[in-house]
């Protein structure tokens, strides 16, 4: 690995992972189009990379959550994808989306209103899809908030301000495919569905599946499935199975340096709080890396319950002690004998038994999604790409 910057730990993305990814999704919703959904900096993989990759690997639309997410995918040069974008509060820049070619959600009436304005302050129309709340309880226009709003939706039809594109929504329990929640919700969805298109609207997209349904529900995959997660390689429904049992292999590695390396005796208390103690004569090593670095302080370490697993050499040992702002100390076990610039992996792909996101997930009591889009700003994120032979 060839070193960016002087800070001792990286992120390192395989964009050849999040090619596969797409076409792994891709193959398991056949008759829909992929949106690879790229909020919150790619997962925290890297905004303009990662949807090149996404794209790269079949993906013909992308989603962001924020507007200013989906204006800086159309500035850093990503042309050729449809983008939409679903989450903004009253004065978002909707005309600047519109200009940039990005579809908008419209979750309420002063939404479509405030489209509507930028429509035709932009002089063309906007295009919109229509997120109906089919029992999330989140964003989304109630049933009939919907029929609520379809004449005027109509009505700016007319006028050729606002083109309504989509129809979409969200699930509550994609990660239980069982739950009735997803046959009731896509039930709902279906009664919206006849709603609008009864009205006369012709959508271009029905949209319904995050990455779990798009791997688990073929019922929610209509036209277009939006996957995240799993665009990452991660499982987005780890009790049923690990990223590889769904043909997915996870991008990011998190890896760092020891920066330091020391024997101590028995009875020595670690990190803040001692509330690791050594049980004998042993080496630890300290990595660079902490919770504002995105290492989440849940997974510190006890003797009895070791903290998030992290590879050393070809072992795997525990936090020792609590996660620090910038460091975390390892038990590197009776005559270790790593050395200070010695690489760990915190997680990476899974393979060969290494730790993975999920590992830390379960370490920290959360889901691997925050471990990943929770990686701070100051670690390096190097995109490499296992399909390109270096020269
Ligand atoms: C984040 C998000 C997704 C992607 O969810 P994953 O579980 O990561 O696949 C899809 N749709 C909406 C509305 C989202 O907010």
């Known amino acids: 690995m060839v070193a960016v910057s002087s800070f001792p730990a990286r992120a390192v993305v395989d964009l050849a992972a999040i090619r596969a990814n797409v076409r792994s999704l891709a193959a398991h919703a056949p008759t ?4 690879a959904v790229v909020k919150a900096d790619g997962y925290g993989h890297g905004l303009l990379p990662t949807a090149a990759a996404a794209v790269a690997g ?50 309420a009436r002063w939404a479509l209103d405030e489209l509507a304005a930028a429509a035709r302050a932009a002089g063309r129309p906007a295009r919109a899809h229509l997120k109906v709340d ?18 005027e939706v109509l009505r700016l039809r007319a006028e050729g ?22 046959v009731r919700q896509g039930e709902v969805f279906a009664e919206a569905l006849r709603t609008v298109e009864g009205a006369g609207v012709v959508l271009e997209v029905r949209h319904l599946a995050n990455s779990a349904a798009t791997l688990t529900t073929p019922s929610a995959h209509y036209d277009l499935v939006r996957p995240g997660v799993a665009v990452y390689g991660l499982s987005p429904v780890p009790q049923l199975g690990a990223s590889e049992d769904f043909g ?16 101590v005796p028995g009875g020595s208390g670690v990190s803040y709080a001692h509330q690791y103690v050594t049980s004998r004569d042993t080496v630890l090593g300290l990595v660079p890396l902490g919770y504002a670095d995105g290492i989440p302080r849940h997974a510190s370490g006890t003797v009895e319950r070791p903290g998030g697993p992290v590879r050393v050499g070809d072992r795997t040992v525990g936090v020792a002690g609590r996660v620090c702002m910038d460091q975390v100390v390892l038990d590197l076990g009776p005559g270790a004998t790593e050395r200070e610039g010695d690489r760990v992996e915190l997680f990476g792909t899974g393979r060969d038994g290494g730790p993975t996101a999920q590992d830390w997930a379960e370490s920290a009591g959360t889901i691997s999604y925050e471990i990943v889009t929770r990686i701070g700003a100051r670690v390096p994120r190097v995109h490499v790409d296992s399909e390109v032979v270096a020269p």
């Open 32 to 35: 829909a189009q992929v949106m």
């Open 58 to 107: 079949g993906a013909t639309w992308l989603g962001a959550a924020q507007v200013e997410e989906a204006l800086a995918l159309r500035r850093g040069g990503v042309v050729g994808p449809r983008v939409l974008t679903w989450l903004y509060a009253p004065g978002a820049p909707l005309r600047d989306a519109v200009e940039a070619d990005v579809d908008v959600s419209v979750s």
């Open 134 to 151: 089919t029992g999330l309880s989140r964003n989304g226009l109630t049933p009939a908030d919907l029929a609520a709003i379809l004449p």
């Open 161 to 182: 301000a606002v083109e309504v594109v989509g129809l979409w929504s969200h699930f509550a329990f994609a990660d239980e495919p069982e739950h009735p929640t997803v």
């Open 248 to 263: 997915l292999v996870p991008a990011m590695t998190l890896e760092a340096e020891l920066a330091n390396v020391k024997a």
